[in-house]
């Protein structure tokens, strides 16, 4: 994730929402008889919180985790409509680090001991709700284990492929 980008950009402004949408590839189905679909449910977690999610079977937070549901009829995405609180705490957290490290700050040795900082993974997985009332709630998060297979529009521009895209809104201040 651009999270260094971002800051560098919006250094004296105010982050609002931060959408990011991931695309898949339109499968065919109709010629093979075993094929599958896309996972219906998938999870964007932070790296570096990715096994203990799991591990203490936590809920998302929309701080460093959020849902998204296939749209395979109209756009063929999964759509994450505000990760401005995951920006946010990524930003924070390499910002306090150079607080604390003051006139010793190296962000290269920072990046080399935090490698997955600015990383996130997207995961399949089912959910749970209890629907025993008019609004339904999560009430589990596990590892989609059925087939499923999509491929993802987006990677290395060295090798041919385009950025994934991320609409960021933020309010700039202006002294006039």
Same mark, same amino acid.
């Given at each position: 994730?651009?999270?260094?980008?971002?800051?560098?950009?919006?250094?004296?402004?105010?982050?609002?929402?931060?959408?990011?949408?991931?695309?898949?590839?339109?499968?065919?189905?109709?010629? +093979?008889?075993?094929?599958? =679909?896309?996972?219906?449910?998938?999870?964007?977690?932070?790296?570096?919180?990715?096994?203990?999610?799991?591990?203490?079977?936590?809920?998302?937070?929309?701080?460093?985790?959020?849902?998204?549901?296939? +749209?395979?009829?109209?756009?063929?995405? *999964?759509?994450?409509?505000?990760?401005?609180?995951? /920006?946010?705490?990524?930003?924070?957290?390499?910002?306090?680090?150079?607080?604390?490290? =003051?006139?010793?700050?190296?962000?290269?040795?920072?990046?080399?001991?935090?490698?997955?900082?600015?990383?996130?993974?997207?995961?399949?997985?089912?959910?749970?709700?209890?629907?025993?009332?008019?609004?339904?709630?999560?009430? =589990?998060?596990?590892?989609?284990?059925?087939?499923? *297979?999509?491929?993802?529009?987006?990677?290395?521009?060295?090798? =041919?492929?385009?950025?994934?895209?991320?609409? /960021?809104? *933020?309010?700039?201040?202006?002294?006039?």
């Amino acid at each position: 994730m651009p999270y260094d980008a971002i800051y560098n950009e919006l250094t004296n402004d105010t982050l609002n929402a931060v959408k990011l949408t991931f695309t898949n590839y339109n499968q065919d189905d109709s010629q +093979n008889k075993f094929s599958v =679909g896309a996972p219906q449910t998938v999870l964007l977690v932070r790296k570096k919180d990715m096994n203990s999610f799991f591990e203490n079977n936590e809920l998302t937070d929309n701080v460093t985790s959020y849902i998204a549901t296939h +749209n395979a009829v109209a756009t063929n995405q *999964y759509t994450f409509k505000n990760i401005a609180r995951l /920006v946010s705490t990524c930003i924070n957290e390499k910002k306090a680090a150079k607080a604390k490290a =003051g006139a010793s700050w190296n962000e290269d040795q920072w990046k080399q001991e935090n490698l997955d900082w600015d990383k996130a993974m997207l995961i399949p997985i089912t959910v749970t709700y209890d629907n025993n009332s008019s609004n339904p709630t999560l009430t =589990g998060i596990q590892h989609d284990l059925r087939p499923a *297979y999509t491929k993802l529009k987006g990677g290395d521009p060295k090798e =041919g492929e385009s950025n994934l895209e991320i609409e /960021v809104t *933020y309010t700039k201040f202006t002294n006039e």
